[in-house]
């Protein structure tokens, strides 16, 4: 092993951002929702939400999110994406609030053998920024929740 730390890097492969089904897509909280719609309009574009109940909802997308500039494979919207962008390679699964790792992401994929196998790999560093969106996800859900 190196001693460079091993830190989360993000290629911009189209991943994260293409949606073969709708349940793959971004599951958004209730604020979010309006971010993203007032962003759309921006861009003539309309979005369709579903539903889930306290305060989430389901992004419904299939094929490219209309803020991913696929020219550039860079996101649009980049300073105001929803959390589970943010948070993304990391998924957290809404009814057991277990988070996995994506092996959809290439640097997943290419650090993979490392992630699993480096018992000395500290991954609350490696994905530090993607677990604090995890962190804020859950906070603002627990608030609406109790709302």
């Known amino acids: 092993m190196n ?5 989360f890097n993000c290629y911009h492969c ?3 951002c293409f949606f073969v089904s709708v349940e793959e897509a971004p599951i958004v909280l209730e604020d979010e929702v309006e971010v993203l719609r ?6 003539g574009k309309e979005l369709e939400f579903t539903k889930l109940g306290n305060g989430l909802f389901r992004w419904v997308l299939k094929g490219f ?10 996101c649009s919207i980049h300073q105001v994406k929803p959390l589970s962008c943010k948070m993304y390679p ?3 699964n809404i009814k ?3 988070i996995h790792v994506s092996t959809a992401c290439d640097w997943v994929l290419e650090h993979l053998n490392e992630l ?6 500290n991954l609350s560093e490696v994905f530090k920024d ?13 608030l609406k929740s109790q709302t």
Do not use: M
Not at 38 to 43: L, P, S, V
Not at 130 to 142: D, G, I, M, N, Q
């Open 96 to 98: 057991t609030w277990d």
């Open 130 to 142: 993607e677990l604090r969106a995890v962190r804020t996800l859950f906070k603002a859900y627990l």
């Open 90 to 92: 990391l998924l957290l």
């Open 116 to 121: 699993l196998y480096n018992h000395d790999l």
């Open 14 to 16: 189209i991943h994260c």
């Open 38 to 43: 007032r962003k759309a309009r921006e861009i």
């Open 65 to 74: 999110c209309p803020f991913y500039n696929i020219k550039d494979r860079r």
């Open 3 to 7: 001693n460079v730390p091993l830190i």
